[in-house]
């Protein structure tokens, strides 16, 4: 059987230095909202006796309601299935620094490696189909020159007709490029926006991306403390502010849940991006975040906080 709090003997064996704790106190005060009611649960999932899992960096549903979580461990994805009794273990050490992850209609993981500089889509079975990127090499995505580079991809987003958008820029400051990159379904490149700024349709850090109902991408600009919201050619259409550092979201019909990274806390936010309930704090127990990195909602509506520094992946349920 396994808790949701994962031993420090796990820490120890994958430590925080993954992670990139601001310096700046003013990103890790949180935002003030009613309490969100759900609950932590006591575990999240079982594994196998003797078997541990590295520290979580996403977690994504299929349609069959399995649960898949990347890790930053010797095995890189985890299956369960909608009872959260494990099914498997699958790719050893596939990636540098895995990062995002996303499931398509089809079944397929789409899968960032923000240290490789890597996109990757795999089959249901595991297989990989597509590599997106030049293992190993930070650079531009210059068709022309024929440079086909990311620079610390985070996140993907995939639309209703199979466009794959990209962000990326991991390090704060004046190095990285922070934008979103677009693609159609086969991996052919259509375009590019953003860098870094703080203006409108600049990043610091673009390190989350969704898609609301409406078919526009919400990305978390995580340092300038903000959401932007696009159409999908890129068109700006404005900004939400937040405390606390935003870091991904998983946007539904009826409402949707960012999770706000070294703040330490799952927030619920109306569907035009108000905050209207939160819970967590900083810390190492049960319900509390070293960093609430990526965020999903199961098939039955629970909720599920992968935290890359506790190396902890922690189930709410409704109260």
């Known amino acids: 059987m396994r808790t949701a709090v994962v031993a420090v003997a796990l820490l120890l064996c994958y430590p925080a230095a993954f992670a990139q704790r601001p310096t700046d106190p003013a990103l890790l005060v949180p935002a003030v909202a009613p309490a969100l009611t759900y609950v932590p649960a006591p575990k999240a999932f079982d594994l196998p006796a003797g078997m541990t899992m590295g520290p979580p960096a996403s977690v994504a549903f299929d349609s069959h309601g399995h649960m898949f979580v990347l890790t930053r461990g010797d095995k890189t994805f985890f299956e369960f299935d909608k009872n959260g009794t494990f099914i498997r273990a699958f790719g050893d050490k596939l990636f540098t620094r895995s990062h995002g992850l996303r499931i398509d209609r089809d079944d397929n993981l ?45 996140d993907i987003a995939i639309g209703a007709n199979g466009d794959v958008f990209v962000v990326q820029g991991h390090t704060p400051g004046p190095n990285g490029d922070a934008r979103v990159l677009k693609f159609d379904k086969n991996g052919r490149f259509i375009k590019s926006w953003g860098g870094k700024g703080s203006g409108p349709g600049q990043f610091q850090v673009a390190h989350g991306i969704d898609i609301d ?53 799952l927030l619920e936010l109306d569907l035009d991006g108000k905050v209207v309930a939160a819970l967590g704090k900083p810390g190492t127990g049960l319900g509390e975040f070293g960093e609430a990195h990526m965020v999903a909602v199961s098939p039955k509506g629970d909720i599920y906080v992968a935290d890359t520094v506790n190396a902890t992946l922690t189930k709410f349920v409704k109260r």
């Open 110 to 154: 789409w899968a960032t490696d923000v240290g490789a500089h890597i996109v990757v889509k795999f089959n249901p079975r595991g297989d990989v189909l597509l590599t997106l990127g030049t293992k190993g090499e930070a650079g531009e995505w210059n068709e022309a020159a024929g440079s086909h580079k990311f620079n610390q991809p985070n």
């Open 213 to 265: 109902h409406k078919g526009r991408l919400w990305v978390a600009d995580r340092e300038n403390q903000r959401v932007e919201i696009f159409t999908t050619d890129g068109t700006f259409v404005r900004e939400i502010k937040y405390a606390g550092l935003p870091c991904g979201f998983k946007i539904g019909r009826r409402s949707i849940f960012m999770v706000n990274g070294y703040a330490g806390q």
